[in-house]
Protein backbone atom coordinates (compact mmCIF):
# COMPACT_ATOMS: atom_id res chain seq x y z
CA UNK A 1 0.00 0.00 0.00
CA UNK A 2 2.55 2.30 0.49
CA UNK A 3 4.00 1.26 -2.53
CA UNK A 4 1.56 2.64 -4.31
CA UNK A 5 1.32 5.83 -2.55
CA UNK A 6 -0.79 5.30 0.23
CA UNK A 7 -0.43 7.05 3.62
CA UNK A 8 0.07 4.38 6.42
CA UNK A 9 -1.17 5.98 9.95
CA UNK A 10 0.47 2.47 11.50
CA UNK A 11 1.88 -0.71 9.72
CA UNK A 12 1.36 -4.25 10.21
CA UNK A 13 4.08 -4.83 12.40
CA UNK A 14 2.02 -2.49 14.99
CA UNK A 15 -1.25 -4.26 13.91
CA UNK A 16 -0.20 -7.92 13.85
CA UNK A 17 -1.76 -8.89 17.36
CA UNK A 18 -3.80 -12.25 17.66
CA UNK A 19 -5.68 -13.62 20.78
CA UNK A 20 -7.33 -12.33 23.92
CA UNK A 21 -4.99 -12.05 26.44
CA UNK A 22 -1.98 -10.93 23.89
CA UNK A 23 -4.20 -7.75 22.95
CA UNK A 24 -4.34 -6.35 26.39
CA UNK A 25 -0.94 -4.86 26.56
CA UNK A 26 -1.75 -3.01 23.14
CA UNK A 27 -4.93 -1.73 24.02
CA UNK A 28 -3.23 2.07 24.19
CA UNK A 29 -2.14 1.45 20.62
CA UNK A 30 -5.37 0.42 18.88
CA UNK A 31 -7.06 3.58 21.78
CA UNK A 32 -5.00 6.38 19.60
CA UNK A 33 -5.04 4.53 16.64
CA UNK A 34 -9.05 4.60 16.48
CA UNK A 35 -9.13 8.63 17.83
CA UNK A 36 -6.92 9.35 14.82
CA UNK A 37 -9.23 7.49 12.50
CA UNK A 38 -12.34 9.10 13.79
CA UNK A 39 -11.13 12.30 13.52
CA UNK A 40 -10.50 11.98 10.03
CA UNK A 41 -14.05 10.33 9.47
CA UNK A 42 -15.16 13.20 11.16
CA UNK A 43 -13.37 15.65 9.13
CA UNK A 44 -15.93 15.07 6.38
CA UNK A 45 -13.55 15.00 3.58
CA UNK A 46 -13.71 11.13 3.50
CA UNK A 47 -16.03 9.53 0.41
CA UNK A 48 -15.88 5.96 0.98
CA UNK A 49 -14.49 3.66 3.86
CA UNK A 50 -13.11 -0.26 2.90
CA UNK A 51 -12.09 -1.65 5.65
CA UNK A 52 -9.48 -4.71 5.43
CA UNK A 53 -10.13 -8.04 7.65
CA UNK A 54 -9.38 -6.76 11.20
CA UNK A 55 -12.69 -6.76 12.60
CA UNK A 56 -12.09 -6.10 15.70
CA UNK A 57 -11.07 -2.72 14.92
CA UNK A 58 -12.63 -1.97 11.36
CA UNK A 59 -16.30 -2.86 12.31
CA UNK A 60 -15.90 0.28 14.52
CA UNK A 61 -14.64 2.54 12.14
CA UNK A 62 -17.14 1.03 9.63
CA UNK A 63 -20.05 1.84 12.16
CA UNK A 64 -18.70 5.17 12.69
CA UNK A 65 -18.44 5.73 9.28
CA UNK A 66 -21.89 4.83 8.38
CA UNK A 67 -23.30 6.35 11.18
CA UNK A 68 -21.97 9.58 9.80
CA UNK A 69 -23.23 9.09 6.32
CA UNK A 70 -19.99 7.50 5.09
CA UNK A 71 -20.22 4.72 2.65
CA UNK A 72 -18.52 1.43 3.49
CA UNK A 73 -17.29 -1.21 1.43
CA UNK A 74 -16.26 -4.17 3.42
CA UNK A 75 -13.77 -6.42 2.23
CA UNK A 76 -12.74 -9.66 3.69
CA UNK A 77 -15.82 -10.16 6.19
CA UNK A 78 -15.40 -11.38 9.99
CA UNK A 79 -15.29 -15.01 10.26
CA UNK A 80 -18.49 -15.46 11.71
CA UNK A 81 -18.86 -18.52 10.97
CA UNK A 82 -16.20 -19.19 13.68
CA UNK A 83 -17.72 -17.22 16.62
CA UNK A 84 -19.37 -13.71 17.28
CA UNK A 85 -22.31 -14.71 15.43
CA UNK A 86 -23.87 -11.37 16.33
CA UNK A 87 -21.36 -9.36 14.03
CA UNK A 88 -23.02 -10.68 11.16
CA UNK A 89 -26.47 -8.17 11.59
CA UNK A 90 -24.10 -6.01 13.01
CA UNK A 91 -22.01 -5.76 9.76
CA UNK A 92 -24.79 -6.30 7.48
CA UNK A 93 -26.19 -3.15 8.74
CA UNK A 94 -23.30 -1.23 8.60
CA UNK A 95 -22.07 -1.94 5.38
CA UNK A 96 -22.88 -0.80 1.87
CA UNK A 97 -21.21 -3.63 0.29
CA UNK A 98 -19.73 -6.82 1.54
CA UNK A 99 -16.94 -8.66 -0.15
CA UNK A 100 -16.53 -11.83 1.34
CA UNK A 101 -13.39 -14.23 0.47
CA UNK A 102 -14.66 -17.93 1.08
CA UNK A 103 -17.67 -19.51 -0.84
CA UNK A 104 -19.54 -20.72 2.38
CA UNK A 105 -19.41 -16.99 3.76
CA UNK A 106 -21.99 -15.03 1.39
CA UNK A 107 -25.12 -16.91 2.11
CA UNK A 108 -24.67 -16.07 5.96
CA UNK A 109 -24.72 -12.59 5.01
CA UNK A 110 -27.51 -12.58 2.69
CA UNK A 111 -29.55 -14.13 5.20
CA UNK A 112 -29.27 -11.07 7.79
CA UNK A 113 -30.34 -8.70 5.08
CA UNK A 114 -26.41 -7.66 3.58
CA UNK A 115 -25.46 -6.92 0.07
CA UNK A 116 -23.04 -9.58 0.27
CA UNK A 117 -20.94 -11.17 -3.30
CA UNK A 118 -17.84 -13.99 -3.03
CA UNK A 119 -15.24 -11.80 -4.73
CA UNK A 120 -12.94 -14.68 -4.81
CA UNK A 121 -9.62 -15.08 -2.72
CA UNK A 122 -7.02 -12.49 -3.21
CA UNK A 123 -4.15 -15.57 -3.04
CA UNK A 124 -5.88 -16.37 -6.68
CA UNK A 125 -4.59 -12.85 -7.50
CA UNK A 126 -0.86 -13.83 -7.02
CA UNK A 127 0.99 -13.72 -10.23
CA UNK A 128 2.19 -16.79 -11.57
CA UNK A 129 5.51 -16.30 -11.31
CA UNK A 130 6.91 -19.00 -9.25
CA UNK A 131 10.47 -20.16 -10.49
CA UNK A 132 11.12 -24.06 -11.32
CA UNK A 133 12.39 -26.14 -8.82
CA UNK A 134 15.84 -26.58 -10.56
CA UNK A 135 16.28 -22.65 -10.61
CA UNK A 136 14.41 -22.94 -6.92
CA UNK A 137 16.99 -24.91 -5.53
CA UNK A 138 20.21 -23.61 -6.92
CA UNK A 139 18.81 -20.05 -5.38
CA UNK A 140 18.30 -21.60 -2.07
CA UNK A 141 21.36 -24.15 -2.11
CA UNK A 142 18.78 -26.99 -1.86
CA UNK A 143 19.23 -30.39 -3.97
CA UNK A 144 16.66 -30.92 -6.18
CA UNK A 145 17.40 -34.15 -6.64
CA UNK A 146 16.15 -34.28 -2.75
CA UNK A 147 12.98 -34.33 -0.90
CA UNK A 148 11.98 -30.57 0.48
CA UNK A 149 10.14 -30.47 3.79
CA UNK A 150 8.57 -27.03 4.35
CA UNK A 151 7.98 -25.58 7.79
CA UNK A 152 6.15 -22.39 8.17
CA UNK A 153 5.94 -21.35 11.71
CA UNK A 154 3.93 -18.02 11.69
CA UNK A 155 5.11 -14.53 11.12
CA UNK A 156 4.22 -13.05 14.23
CA UNK A 157 6.36 -12.83 16.94
CA UNK A 158 3.84 -14.28 19.94
CA UNK A 159 3.30 -17.69 17.03
CA UNK A 160 7.59 -17.76 16.44
CA UNK A 161 7.72 -18.30 20.24
CA UNK A 162 5.25 -21.11 20.22
CA UNK A 163 6.12 -22.91 16.99
CA UNK A 164 9.61 -22.56 15.67
CA UNK A 165 11.50 -25.07 18.33
CA UNK A 166 8.60 -27.05 17.97
CA UNK A 167 8.53 -27.08 14.58
CA UNK A 168 12.34 -27.68 14.08
CA UNK A 169 12.14 -30.58 16.98
CA UNK A 170 9.46 -32.44 14.16
CA UNK A 171 11.88 -31.62 11.23
CA UNK A 172 15.18 -33.52 13.08
CA UNK A 173 12.87 -36.16 14.06
CA UNK A 174 11.92 -36.73 10.22
CA UNK A 175 15.55 -36.29 8.86
CA UNK A 176 16.39 -38.99 11.52
CA UNK A 177 14.33 -41.11 9.97
CA UNK A 178 14.70 -40.07 6.68
CA UNK A 179 18.41 -38.83 6.29
CA UNK A 180 17.96 -37.40 2.68
CA UNK A 181 15.53 -35.32 3.72
CA UNK A 182 16.36 -31.31 3.24
CA UNK A 183 14.56 -28.80 5.92
CA UNK A 184 13.60 -25.11 4.21
CA UNK A 185 12.38 -22.69 6.66
CA UNK A 186 9.94 -20.19 5.50
CA UNK A 187 10.75 -16.70 6.70
CA UNK A 188 7.99 -13.81 6.33
CA UNK A 189 8.63 -10.66 5.07
CA UNK A 190 10.36 -8.36 7.76
CA UNK A 191 10.73 -11.05 9.94
CA UNK A 192 14.24 -12.33 11.28
CA UNK A 193 14.70 -15.91 12.03
CA UNK A 194 17.25 -17.15 14.86
CA UNK A 195 18.39 -20.72 13.51
CA UNK A 196 21.62 -22.01 14.56
CA UNK A 197 21.18 -25.36 12.32
CA UNK A 198 23.14 -24.84 9.16
CA UNK A 199 21.34 -27.92 7.54
CA UNK A 200 18.19 -25.87 7.68
CA UNK A 201 17.80 -23.41 5.08
CA UNK A 202 15.66 -20.41 5.20
CA UNK A 203 13.57 -19.58 3.00
CA UNK A 204 11.82 -16.08 2.00
CA UNK A 205 10.04 -17.08 -0.90
CA UNK A 206 7.10 -19.35 0.81
CA UNK A 207 5.08 -19.85 -2.19
CA UNK A 208 8.08 -21.30 -4.10
CA UNK A 209 9.10 -23.36 -1.19
CA UNK A 210 5.57 -24.78 -0.83
CA UNK A 211 4.96 -25.30 -4.75
CA UNK A 212 8.76 -27.85 -4.89
CA UNK A 213 8.48 -29.01 -1.13
CA UNK A 214 7.47 -32.71 -0.59
CA UNK A 215 5.28 -32.28 2.49
CA UNK A 216 4.98 -29.35 4.70
CA UNK A 217 4.10 -28.30 8.65
CA UNK A 218 1.99 -25.40 8.93
CA UNK A 219 0.89 -23.16 11.81
CA UNK A 220 -2.91 -22.18 11.48
CA UNK A 221 -3.78 -19.20 8.96
CA UNK A 222 -3.99 -17.91 5.53
CA UNK A 223 -0.83 -20.55 5.39
CA UNK A 224 -3.27 -23.54 5.17
CA UNK A 225 -4.82 -22.20 2.11
CA UNK A 226 -2.03 -21.46 0.36
CA UNK A 227 -0.91 -24.58 0.83
CA UNK A 228 -3.97 -26.56 -0.31
CA UNK A 229 -3.43 -24.26 -3.61
CA UNK A 230 -0.26 -25.64 -3.78
CA UNK A 231 -1.37 -28.93 -3.83
CA UNK A 232 1.58 -29.73 -0.98
CA UNK A 233 0.35 -32.83 1.58
CA UNK A 234 0.65 -31.07 4.88
CA UNK A 235 -0.52 -31.14 8.24
CA UNK A 236 -1.47 -28.23 10.76
CA UNK A 237 -0.35 -27.27 14.38
CA UNK A 238 -1.03 -24.23 16.47
CA UNK A 239 0.15 -23.29 19.99
CA UNK A 240 -0.82 -20.12 21.69
CA UNK A 241 -1.28 -18.68 25.55
CA UNK A 242 -3.27 -21.25 27.48
CA UNK A 243 -5.91 -18.76 28.57
CA UNK A 244 -6.49 -17.74 24.79
CA UNK A 245 -6.81 -21.53 24.04
CA UNK A 246 -8.98 -22.13 26.75
CA UNK A 247 -11.77 -18.96 26.08
CA UNK A 248 -11.41 -19.89 21.87
CA UNK A 249 -12.72 -23.77 22.87
CA UNK A 250 -15.50 -22.07 24.51
CA UNK A 251 -16.37 -19.52 21.78
CA UNK A 252 -15.50 -20.92 18.42
CA UNK A 253 -17.97 -22.75 16.90
CA UNK A 254 -16.82 -24.44 13.92
CA UNK A 255 -14.86 -28.13 14.17
CA UNK A 256 -11.68 -27.46 12.23
CA UNK A 257 -9.75 -24.53 12.08
CA UNK A 258 -7.70 -24.83 9.00
CA UNK A 259 -9.47 -22.56 6.04
CA UNK A 260 -8.57 -26.00 3.51
CA UNK A 261 -10.67 -27.94 6.24
CA UNK A 262 -13.67 -25.15 6.27
CA UNK A 263 -13.55 -25.05 2.55
CA UNK A 264 -13.45 -28.70 1.82
CA UNK A 265 -16.56 -28.91 4.76
CA UNK A 266 -14.26 -32.00 6.11
CA UNK A 267 -11.09 -32.74 8.11
CA UNK A 268 -9.05 -33.47 4.56
CA UNK A 269 -5.54 -32.15 6.56
CA UNK A 270 -4.60 -33.39 10.19
CA UNK A 271 -5.19 -30.41 12.86
CA UNK A 272 -2.68 -30.56 16.15
CA UNK A 273 -3.67 -27.55 18.58
CA UNK A 274 -2.25 -26.69 21.65
CA UNK A 275 -0.89 -29.75 24.07
CA UNK A 276 -1.66 -32.09 21.15
CA UNK A 277 1.02 -30.46 19.00
CA UNK A 278 3.75 -32.84 20.49
CA UNK A 279 6.38 -33.92 18.69
CA UNK A 280 5.95 -37.16 18.46
CA UNK A 281 2.39 -36.94 17.37
CA UNK A 282 3.66 -34.50 14.30
CA UNK A 283 5.99 -36.73 13.26
CA UNK A 284 3.15 -39.58 13.04
CA UNK A 285 1.16 -37.55 10.91
CA UNK A 286 3.70 -36.26 8.68
CA UNK A 287 5.63 -39.42 8.10
CA UNK A 288 2.83 -41.10 5.48
CA UNK A 289 2.57 -37.41 3.35
CA UNK A 290 6.72 -38.23 2.89
CA UNK A 291 5.93 -41.42 0.67
CA UNK A 292 4.28 -42.64 -1.73
CA UNK A 293 1.13 -44.48 -0.29
CA UNK A 294 -2.79 -44.19 -0.30
CA UNK A 295 -2.83 -41.16 2.47
CA UNK A 296 -0.40 -39.05 0.48
CA UNK A 297 -2.91 -39.57 -2.97
CA UNK A 298 -5.76 -39.11 -0.86
CA UNK A 299 -5.11 -36.09 0.73
CA UNK A 300 -3.34 -34.56 -2.61
CA UNK A 301 -7.10 -35.94 -4.32
CA UNK A 302 -8.61 -33.58 -1.54
CA UNK A 303 -6.52 -30.70 -1.94
CA UNK A 304 -7.45 -30.70 -5.71
CA UNK A 305 -11.02 -30.63 -4.66
CA UNK A 306 -10.43 -27.23 -2.22
CA UNK A 307 -9.03 -25.57 -5.15
CA UNK A 308 -11.83 -25.99 -7.61
CA UNK A 309 -14.10 -24.83 -5.57
CA UNK A 310 -12.15 -21.78 -4.64
CA UNK A 311 -12.84 -20.51 -8.16
CA UNK A 312 -10.53 -18.04 -10.20
CA UNK A 313 -8.69 -15.11 -9.76
CA UNK A 314 -9.95 -11.68 -9.92
CA UNK A 315 -11.08 -10.97 -6.05
CA UNK A 316 -8.93 -7.19 -6.24
CA UNK A 317 -10.72 -6.28 -9.35
CA UNK A 318 -14.67 -7.49 -8.39
CA UNK A 319 -13.58 -5.46 -5.17
CA UNK A 320 -12.63 -2.09 -6.63
CA UNK A 321 -16.27 -2.41 -9.25
CA UNK A 322 -18.10 -2.78 -5.69
CA UNK A 323 -16.90 0.43 -4.24
CA UNK A 324 -17.31 2.30 -7.87
CA UNK A 325 -20.65 0.85 -7.89
CA UNK A 326 -21.11 2.62 -4.28
CA UNK A 327 -19.77 5.73 -4.94
CA UNK A 328 -21.93 5.34 -8.12
CA UNK A 329 -24.58 5.27 -6.24
CA UNK A 330 -23.96 7.53 -3.54
CA UNK A 331 -23.98 10.41 -6.25
CA UNK A 332 -19.92 10.54 -5.89
CA UNK A 333 -18.54 8.72 -8.93
CA UNK A 334 -20.02 9.20 -12.65
CA UNK A 335 -19.34 7.18 -15.35
CA UNK A 336 -20.07 9.53 -18.41
CA UNK A 337 -18.96 10.35 -21.72
CA UNK A 338 -18.84 8.06 -25.23
CA UNK A 339 -14.95 7.34 -24.71
CA UNK A 340 -16.03 5.53 -21.43
CA UNK A 341 -13.96 7.87 -19.35
CA UNK A 342 -14.65 8.38 -15.95
CA UNK A 343 -15.56 11.71 -14.03
CA UNK A 344 -14.88 10.94 -10.25
CA UNK A 345 -15.57 13.13 -7.00
CA UNK A 346 -12.81 15.54 -5.48
CA UNK A 347 -12.54 13.41 -2.19
Request: proline residues 5%; negative net charge; glycine residues 8%.
Given at each position: ?????MELLA????????????????????????????????????????????????????????????PVVFY????????????????????????????????????????????????????????????????????????????????????????????????????????????????????????????????????????????????????????????????????????????????????????????????????????????????????????????????????????????????????????????????RWSRS???????????
Amino acid sequence: MRREGMELLAGLDELAVMGFVEVLSRLPFFWRLERKVNAILDSGRVDLVLPIDYPGFNLRVAGRAHDRGVPVVFYIAPQVWAWKAHRAERLARVADRIAVILPFEEEIFLREGGRAEYVGHPLLDRREDVPDRETFCRQEGLDPARPILAIFPGSRAQELRRHLTLFLDVAARLRKRTPELQVALAQAPGVSLANDDPSVRVVEDGRALLRHARAALVKSGTTTLEAALEGVPFVVAYRTHPLTFWLARRLVQVEHVALANLVAGEEVVSEFLQDAATPAALVRAMEPLLEDGVERSRMQEALARVREQMGGPGAAERVAELVEDVLAERGRWSRSGADGSDRKGEG
